[in-house]
């Protein structure tokens, strides 16, 4: 079964600390994975995405690694903002018939000022 | 460029009833995605349209369907509302299918469902 696991499920952090964010999943025949941020009651906004190829992507203060045959990518969030308070949600393309994103539990994060 | 929109933004229906959802995808997208948050179950793969066809659906019961226009916009159908169907229903599309062009599918607003 497909499954996507993110540690920890909430994150509370003062304003400009680095932090870390886990994503796991069972089924390592992934095409791409991609970091989301969805803010309360709203869509989602697509941070960055890796494809299966490649080891990390980066954009601005954050930068997200994945190792595929571990099963594991991270997102890191470098010199945190209140700003940054969201849901990030990752969630794993798999292929052929299928074409459709699993995506994680969610880590909700907050950050104090 | 326009985004992925989605209307309406909410609706409010009652038990047995059926309620219908709309999306629009980006200019020159081909591949319509529905999936479903449900408070506590996280975000989870309804539907995937492309080129007017159905080409998979997740672990959804019959009543939830859809269709794809000519157009490329798509609707989701939920027949016999049940209280459990409330939830933020997110459109996606991609240009074709997103695991063969390697392309991210982008997401619209949602439409928030609340079934009393």
């Known amino acids: 079964k497909q499954e996507v696991t993110q540690i920890p499920a909430a994150l509370s952090v003062p304003e400009g600390e680095n932090l870390v964010l886990n994503c796991s999943f069972t089924?390592?025949?992934?095409?791409?994975l991609q970091w989301f941020r969805q803010d309360p009651g709203k869509g989602l906004t697509s941070l960055l995405l890796?494809?299966?190829?490649?080891r990390e992507q980066t954009s601005g203060r954050l930068n997200a690694s994945l190792d595929k045959s571990s099963g594991r990518s991270t997102l890191y969030i470098a010199a945190s903002q209140p700003g940054d308070s969201a849901t990030y949600l990752c969630?794993?393309?798999?292929?052929?018939?299928?074409?459709?994103?699993?995506f994680g539990t969610g880590t909700l994060l907050a950050v104090q000022p | 460029e326009a985004g992925v929109t989605q209307s309406p933004t909410h609706l409010i229906k009652t038990r047995g009833q059926q309620a219908t959802l709309r999306c629009s995808p980006i200019?020159?997208?081909?591949?319509v995605y529905w999936y479903q948050q449900a408070l506590g179950l996280g975000l989870q793969f309804l539907l995937w349209?492309?080129?007017?066809?159905?080409?998979n659906r997740g672990n959804f019961p019959p009543r939830f369907s859809g269709r794809q226009f000519p157009n490329y916009s798509s609707e989701l159908n939920v027949n016999a509302l049940e209280l459990e169907d409330s939830a933020l229903y997110l459109c996606?599309?991609?240009?074709?299918?997103?695991?063969?062009?390697?392309?991210?599918?982008?997401f619209g607003p949602g439409t928030r469902l609340l079934v009393l």
């Open positions: 996606a599309s991609s240009f074709g299918a997103s695991w063969l062009d390697q392309e991210t599918q982008y």
């Open positions: 089924d390592s025949a992934i095409y791409n």
């Open positions: 890796i494809q299966s190829s490649q």
């Open positions: 969630a794993v393309l798999y292929g052929g018939a299928t074409n459709k994103l699993i």
């Open positions: 200019s020159g997208h081909t591949s």
């Open positions: 349209y492309d080129e007017g066809e159905e080409r």
